[in-house]
């Protein structure tokens, strides 16, 4: 509606706490249409916000570190729990997910505001992170080293998305890597695209 704008968190590795709740709540109450709603990439969403009160917006979501830049961007890396909490998982996907984001502010600060790349974790083949749905999907596994011991890993995936009106297409498996090689992957894969100018579904279906 004219007048109105939406105000979009990334919220860092889906860390949401009672005490920015009860805040952020107050402030969506008090200046916004007293709703909030949360996407699908873990995020939030504030609808109904009057265009004169961005700036106002932006100072108090700074308040509450919720004015980090790459919402809905490359650097918005989706991830299940993994470890952490999740008994089902093989990896850590919170690790490798802030571990990632590091590499994309620090060495490709322009995938900060792209939108052409998405990427998503999950710590096991359930894919509560939707990998399979991710331009570049990382998928958490355990291997067998040649002494016979177990070691975590990650399996790649590339070309996976949601085209929307029911389209969409799962992401092909590349290949399987050491986790300590996740950076790594993601530098060759940014690199590649990065020196080719087109759209990464086209890039990843060649």
Same mark, same amino acid.
């Given at each position: ?91 850590? *996907? ?27 974790? *999950?710590?096991?083949?359930? *894919? ?79």
């Amino acid at each position: 509606q004219e007048g109105f704008v939406a105000i979009g968190i990334k919220v860092l590795l889906w860390e949401f706490y009672t005490n920015k709740a009860r805040a952020l709540s107050h402030l969506v109450e008090n200046y916004a249409a007293g709703e909030v709603r949360l996407s699908l990439r873990q995020n939030i969403l504030i609808p109904f916000v009057k265009e004169e009160l961005v700036p106002f917006f932006y100072q108090e979501l700074q308040k509450l570190g919720f004015a980090e830049p790459g919402y809905n961007r490359a650097l918005d890396i989706t991830s299940c729990p993994g470890t952490d909490t999740c008994n089902l998982a093989i990896a850590s *996907s919170t690790g490798i997910a802030a571990e990632l984001e590091r590499v994309i502010k620090e060495e490709y600060p322009e995938y900060t505001s792209n939108t052409d790349v998405v990427i998503k974790i *999950s710590g096991c083949m359930n *894919s509560c992170g939707q990998h399979t749905m991710a331009h570049i999907g990382f998928q958490g596994m355990a291997v067998r080293t040649r002494d016979k011991q177990v070691a975590p890993a990650l399996q790649v995936l590339l070309g996976g998305e949601n085209f929307g009106n029911g389209k969409a297409r799962f992401a092909d498996k590349v290949i399987k890597i050491p986790s300590r090689r996740g950076p790594k992957a993601l530098r060759l894969i940014l690199d590649d695209f990065s020196a080719k100018p087109t759209r990464f579904d086209e890039f990843s279906n060649k």
